[in-house]
């Protein structure tokens, strides 16, 4: 935590929110303004220049509609699970680190909300309450549709977090710690490559585990090609059937929120975080390439999103448990036997 | 090994902080949007023709193997990241005891598939 007063520590986490949600409504219109590229349309053009007072005015939209509870729903499990979607989602940003101490104003200021010695498995869990959101948003809505989504979300998400996980421990092996702050930190040295000076980002040295995380980052996300728990043509809208108004929103918000977060999470493990020139001695620099990196992976959403066709839940599963799992292992069981041999531990 | 200590102070504070954020956002909606309940509104959504009978959680068993397997390896990443984490100090022993481990796993794993617990029928 450093040595800063507590009230500086709430202060930073109360902008990271509050940046989060800012960017959270700019990320549905960038993505529509990305989108609109790739089928050659213009996108939002009427609110305000180039659209962007749309999510504003989406925001009030949404705010404006009658808030329907239907008939057959459990209203008390139905009221409360999008805030559990919407809690973790944002809770997750509590380890994402923007920098290291700066001093600011004579105080010295940590631009991170907190430094968890098991920040990487804190986001991880995070992810997995969040289906509970789903699964009971689903379950409690009383609706064919809205039931088989949630499963299907359900399945979906839990068998990609074990991906997910086991990619990441890779990188544990390298760094010996969890927290996401020292693995930042770790890429801000360099390695000499041949007569090169090149930084140390795992992606270099983890390039299967960045390809396995980036597939359960998506599918973590239930973003396309795995969108299947909305898979529109079929299950209408999946768990969010009978949603609507603001409750419809915070499962809207969340979902952004978490792609931010998965691209900033991205970032930081695997393209050095805020490493970049001049990011070590002016720190808005190392936010500025941290950004840079998280909207270049919400870029790859956008793009996935407007190339890939929805999978079938047969190849879903499939992908998951007999191609990813074998080679997350394998990933694993290499890194370790290549440390020791870097380390001259074996035999 | 702090538990409780500053640094899960944050994580508290942004719990109460996002609970309030989302419980204000909904109450804004059900206060200022309107509320006209009728008979068909609130009927499950079904594509327009009434629901025949109420909808039971019934669902493929298929769901309860991913399940099962989901717990399963699970476990073994929680067993993997101490391990990981200490993987310097623990040195050679440290990563045959863990291969033997994946090796048993990976052994019910390949069994698993050969029953056709993989497949999606």
Known sequence: ??????????????????????????????????????QDRIGPTRTGPAGLLQPL??????????????????????????????????????????????????????????????GALFILATGSIGVYGIILGGWSSGNRYSLLGAIRSAAQVISYELILGFSLVGIFIITGTMSLKEIMFRQH??????????????????????????????????????????????????????????RFALYFLGEYISMIIMSLFASTLFLGGTSGPGADTYWPLGIMWLVLKAIAFLFFYIWLRATL??????????????????????????????????????? | MEFLGSNWIVVVFMVVATFIMGFAMAGISSVVGPSRPNKAKSAPYESGIPDIKPVRPQFTARFYVIGM?????????????PWAVNFDVLGMGGFVHMMIFVSLLLLSYVYAWKKGALEWV
Request: cysteine-free; charged content about 15%; proline content about 5%.
């Open chain 1, 1 to 38: 935590m450093g040595d800063q007063p507590i009230w500086i520590t709430f202060i930073v986490t109360f902008v990271i929110m509050i940046v989060l949600l800012t960017s959270m409504a700019y990320t549905t219109w960038y993505e529509r303004k990305v989108l609109a590229r790739f």
């Open chain 1, 57 to 118: 005015a989406d925001a009030v939209k949404l705010m404006g509609k009658e808030d329907l509870i239907p008939e057959a729903a459990d209203r008390k499990v139905f009221y409360f699970a999008p805030m559990i979607t919407f809690i973790t989602a944002i809770l997750a940003a509590a380890v994402i680190p923007w920098g290291g101490t700066i001093e600011l104003f004579g105080q010295s200021v940590n631009l991170y909300p907190t430094d968890l010695n098991v």
């Open chain 1, 189 to 246: 040295e360099t390695i000499s490559f041949g007569p090169f000076e090149i930084a140390n980002w795992f992606v270099l040295s983890q390039p299967l585990a960045f390809v396995l995380f980036v597939i359960a980052a998506v599918a973590e996300t239930n973003r396309a090609p795995f969108d299947l728990p909305e898979a529109e043509s079929e299950l209408v809208a999946g768990f969010m059937t009978e949603y609507s108004a603001m």
């Open chain 1, 309 to 347: 066709p929805r999978f079938r839940f047969d190849q879903l599963m499939g992908l998951a448990w007999k191609v990813l799992l074998p080679l997350a292992i394998l990933n694993i069981a290499l890194t370790a036997f290549f440390r020791l041999i870097g380390n001259g531990q074996v035999f």
């Open chain 2, 69 to 81: 397997l989901f717990v399963i390896f699970d476990l073994e990443a929680a067993f993997m990241y």
